[in-house]
């Protein structure tokens, strides 16, 4: 993850100082200054997740030279088979979406679905692993 992280770092740098650039020469335009910062707070967000994730895991193989192609062989992560959570989750989004033009009603409906699925997906498998009895 460190080449990731140095990647999305340079692209992070560039948008934070074309934003400050922009956000100089047109006085008259600050939604596309707020656009590169959002684009700049993004960027720095995603180098910072691979950044502690190399500094946890340490270096895969893909980041060693002298690695070998059976060396990144082997389960990568776990994968839900199926679940209902991702249908809740799209149709709390379609809801609240739908909201947004039809009333205030809607989208608080709409977003108590959403979360419920969100919430759904990240707690399904908190247990896994965990010898229960």
């Known amino acids: 993850m460190k080449a990731e992280a140095l990647l999305f770092g340079g692209v992070a740098v560039f948008f934070g100082a074309a934003a400050a650039l922009y956000g100089v020469w047109s006085r008259a335009d600050p939604a596309g200054t707020a656009a590169l910062i959002v684009a700049f707070g993004m960027a720095t967000l995603v180098s910072f997740f691979c950044t502690v994730t190399f500094l946890r895991h340490g270096p895969r193989a893909q980041d060693r030279t002298e690695?070998?192609?059976?060396?990144?062989?082997?389960?990568?992560?776990f994968f839900p088979p199926?679940?209902?959570?991702?249908?809740?989750?799209?149709l709390g989004f379609a809801l609240a979406a739908t909201g947004v033009v039809f009333g205030l009603w809607l989208f608080l409906i709409g977003f108590?679905?959403?979360?419920?699925?969100?919430?759904?997906?990240?707690f399904q498998y908190v247990n896994r692993g965990v010898d229960q009895d």
């Open 82 to 90: 199926h679940s209902l959570w991702p249908i809740v989750t799209a």
């Open 67 to 77: 690695a070998e192609v059976a060396d990144s062989a082997g389960s990568v992560e």
């Open 112 to 122: 108590g679905v959403l979360a419920r699925g969100v919430a759904g997906l990240v």
